[in-house]
């Protein structure tokens, strides 16, 4: 089933790099609902469980806030799943945004690209993190940035509307997802403050905080481009690191 909303292909790279005209289109899958346990999550999504990543997002929700069965029924009604293959678009730059997204098993990342074609990464996605373009979503204007999978992806996704319906009827969702912004939101800021006034080794020590399940699964490159060096000094950063 096409997500509406979104547009009817997205494309999978074949030089994420450099080759942004070469582009083949797939389409972002949804899949079905269920319920399964907490424990069996992370599990059931491995194996294509239905609702796996809807017991993602219990969990994440319950870990911030006191919610009830009927809660969730609703807040489950509100949510469509979409499945994300590696190398994949959720969203490409000039397009408005429609869906913000929760991400309950892979990872993705958003980035823009300059004038002379070099990718900027601007954040990574991994499990139990939100993703959206703000301001193309709330002003309904063209997106600067793109967004693509880094793996293959189960996401949660929901539009404006929908987010407002379950912050009017249940407070709860509206703390929890308050606190996940702000986990966000400061590292955010802490990436603008070491970007300014801090050594490439720092920042690579600030994103293994921020992001510590990720230093085995994101391409050196895309490390490299997030921290606004070349790879090769995050080759020469790691192997200083593992003599200490």
């Given at each position: 089933m096409r997500l509406p909303g979104l547009p009817a292909t997205v494309g999978q790279l074949r030089d994420g790099r450099t080759h942004h005209d070469e582009l083949r289109g797939h389409d972002v899958t949804t899949t079905g609902n269920a319920s399964s346990p907490v424990a069996t999550a992370a599990a059931g999504l491995a194996a294509g469980t239905p609702g796996a990543a809807f017991d993602v997002l219990r969990d994440y929700l319950r870990a911030r806030a006191t919610f009830t069965d009927q809660?969730?029924?609703f807040i489950r009604t509100m949510f469509v799943p979409a499945s994300v293959r590696a190398g994949e678009f959720l969203q490409r730059a000039g397009t408005v945004a429609t869906h913000a997204a929760f991400v309950a098993r892979g990872c993705l990342r958003t980035y823009v690209i300059d004038a002379k074609g070099k990718e900027h990464i601007v954040q990574f996605a991994p499990e139990t993190w939100w993703l959206a373009d703000n301001v193309s979503l709330t002003t309904g204007t063209p997106s600067d940035y793109f967004i693509d999978a880094i793996e293959d992806s189960e996401l949660l996704l929901i539009e404006p509307r929908s987010h407002e319906a379950i912050v009017e009827r249940i407070p709860a969702y509206a703390a929890a997802f308050r606190k996940g912004l702000q986990k966000h939101a400061a590292a955010?800021?802490?990436r603008?403050?070491?970007a300014m006034s801090t050594s490439a080794q720092d920042r690579?020590?600030?994103?293994m905080k921020t992001y510590p399940s990720l230093a085995s699964r994101v391409p050196q490159w895309m490390l490299a481009s997030y921290l606004g060096v070349t790879p090769e000094t995050v080759s020469r950063?790691?192997?200083?690191?593992?003599?200490k």
């Open positions: 809660d969730f029924a955010k800021d802490e603008i403050v070491s690579y020590l600030q994103f950063i790691r192997k200083k690191l593992s003599r």
